[in-house]
């Protein structure tokens, strides 16, 4: 059986977008399971079924939530060393890159961090990363099986799987914070969670972004009528006229389904951040700006005149849309 | 306390980048610097001594003999001396090599608190902290955009896709930092003459114990196959605003599905 865990993060509202994305690509791997850390409701196990999970661990307390990396990593190392999977997956980002890091080490397992695709051939995984900024992709082979993966979001569209698997299993897995593995855990002496709002979904699909202080407003409004999350340029983010948090870039936020630049020329690292956008729009008064040259649509013009005006045509839309723009439970 | 910096020597971000032909990336035929990322821990491990909080900062690098560079440039901003490991055998290495052999040499230096930015910016690939500190066994806090030291306690805070957290983890402990933290200073001239007499110690896998088939192509764990250059994207239609500019612009979001 090629069975292929996944961790999947879940909200009291649900289960998370890029979840159902990895379960999406998983189906071209193999079966796959799907590794829930707190309480695997029924209304979750279902949705994950409905996206191809054919098994269900459910891990620990509803507290794992709150823990750092190191117990999810221990119990995605021994349901993959129980079940033999041929690839792990787990959505890229800060705590994700964690569990994978130390899933990886602790069975001698090669990675590939933000893949953009995953393949297998003859027992073999594949991954596509973008690398150089953009400039190039990069194919590499996993040598030493299981494959751990972590995946962009929106790097990949998430489909309910053909056939629902509406007899997917749930299997209690042993919290990893029970005695045995308590001399390593859980190491965060405190550790205190706060709602990111108003900062952005990142897991929502869109994203408009701007380059500067005046031009931030009119974006915002612009975002909530494509219900997409809001970003900026370094500019931005430098003057402290958005938090640091919303900067797109190299060493910020990156993929969207559509992205719409306000004002922005497109800097390199900018363009890092999020030149895998699938569609591109760009709002710049300056013709020559680089952006326009990777733009699917662009209007040379006032960004305050189109934005505003742009998104009065749309008032409350994407509500009747939930797979294209609603931003995802928090 | 002492802190041990992980630097990594880079391509230049803005020179053209190569690969090699066995696909790794060309480290001699371009113009190298230290990773700007790893420059915001540089910074923080110098406040850090300059704050009382640290009395020795060393810098660990791993890379060819080039790299001393990247050490240099961090000596200038600050620190007391540098580990450069380079071994022939290294080339090659997956970031579990890589790990392996910074935990080895970790191991040897000694350390407190372990600082290193929050990916290199020619890999990007962001494990290489939370694998040393697995084989470490040390504490880890990664994607820090503030941090602070209090005794033997280290807090930081991160912004995750959800949530901005805050955490504190005894020490010892592994932590990265973002460009949040705060830009890197500006050596000045003295500094950069005075870097040139900090000592750098030079250590081989055979110092470290490491068995030289655990890394380079013998211990890596995935190869690249294939690069390509990413398909330029072509421009699509591009309009004048002469009024309906927004009409377009709502036409073709809609015509995507967008609204």
């Known amino acids: 059986m090629s069975e292929v865990p996944r961790s999947a993060e879940t909200t009291a509202a649900g289960v998370r977008k890029p979840t159902l994305e990895l379960l999406t690509a998983a189906r071209a791997l193999g079966e796959p399971a799907a ?8 209304q979750v196990v279902a949705q994950l079924a409905e996206y191809g999970a054919t098994k269900v661990y459910a891990v620990g307390s509803p507290d794992m939530q709150a823990f750092l990396s190191l117990p999810k990593a221990e119990a995605v190392v021994q349901i993959a060393q129980a079940s033999n999977p041929v690839a792990i997956l787990v959505t890229s980002g800060p705590e994700g890159k964690d569990v994978a890091a130390r899933v990886a080490v602790r069975l001698n397992a090669g990675i590939i961090p933000d893949a953009t695709k995953v393949s297998v051939d003859g027992g073999t995984v594949s991954a596509v990363q973008t690398v150089f900024a953009g400039r190039f992709q990069a194919t590499s082979q996993v040598l030493r099986a299981p494959a751990v993966v972590t995946m962009r979001p929106n790097a990949t569209s998430a489909e309910a799987a053909p056939a629902s698997a509406s007899a997917s299993s749930r299997s209690m897995w042993p919290s990893a914070t029970q005695p045995g593995c308590q001399g390593r855990l859980p190491r965060a002496q405190g550790l205190q969670r706060g709602p990111n709002s108003p900062m952005p979904r990142w897991s929502s699909p869109g994203a408009v972004a701007s380059a500067r202080k005046m031009a931030s407003a009119s974006s915002r409004k612009t975002a909530d009528a494509l219900g997409a999350a809001v970003g900026a340029s370094r500019t931005v983010t430098d003057q402290h006229w958005a938090p640091h948090e919303l900067q797109v870039g190299q060493t910020g936020k990156t993929v969207a389904l559509v992205y719409l630049a306000a ?7 900018h ?8 569609t591109i729009v760009v709002v710049n008064k300056d013709a020559k700006a680089p ?10 013009g006032d960004l305050h005149a189109v934005l505003p005006a742009s998104s009065t045509r749309s008032p409350g839309a994407g509500a009747d849309r939930p797979d294209a723009l609603t931003p995802p439970e928090h | 306390m002492k802190i041990v910096v992980l630097v990594k020597y880079v391509p230049e971000p803005t020179a ?20 700007e990322l790893d420059e915001y821990a540089v910074e923080q491990a110098t406040r850090l001594a300059e704050s009382g909080a640290a009395d020795e900062v060393v810098f660990l690098t791993v890379g060819p003999a080039k790299a001393t560079e990247g050490l240099r440039k961090a000596l200038a901003i600050g620190g007391t001396s540098a580990v450069h490991v380079v071994d022939d ?8 090599g890589t790990s392996l052999v910074l935990a080895k040499a970790l191991e040897k230096i000694g350390y407190d608190l372990v600082l290193t930015g929050m990916a290199s910016t020619d890999a990007e690939l962001s494990v290489v902290p939370s694998m040393v500190a697995d084989r470490l066994g040390a504490n880890q806090a990664t994607f820090a955009g503030e941090l602070s030291v209090d005794g033997s306690t280290v807090s930081i805070r991160r912004d995750t896709d959800v949530a901005s957290e805050r955490v504190s983890v005894s020490l010892p402990a592994v932590v990265s930092v973002t460009d949040q933290t705060g830009e890197a200073r500006y050596p000045a001239f003295k500094a950069i003459m005075g870097a040139k007499k900090k000592p750098i110690q030079t250590m081989s896998l055979a110092d470290l114990g490491v068995d030289a088939a655990q890394v380079g192509w013998s211990g890596a ?8 250059p990413t398909p330029a994207r072509t421009a699509g239609t591009i ?14 979001l809609a015509g995507r599905g967008f609204i």
Do not use: Y
């Open chain 1, 291 to 300: 952006l326009f040259q990777i733009a699917d649509f662009g209007v040379v």
């Open chain 1, 271 to 278: 363009r890092a951040g999020m030149q895998s956008s699938k």
């Open chain 2, 239 to 252: 309009v004048n605003d002469d009024g309906t500019g927004a009409a377009q612009l709502a036409d073709f």
């Open chain 2, 221 to 228: 764990s995935s190869k690249v196959v294939d690069v390509s």
């Open chain 1, 35 to 42: 590794v829930v850390f707190g309480d695997a409701s029924d």
């Open chain 2, 89 to 96: 055998a290294i080339h090659g290495s997956c970031a579990l």
């Open chain 2, 16 to 35: 053209t980048w190569k690969f090699a032909p066995d696909l790794t990336v060309d480290r001699a035929g371009v113009e190298g610097r230290l990773s």
């Open chain 1, 263 to 269: 004002g922005i020329s497109g800097a390199i690292q």
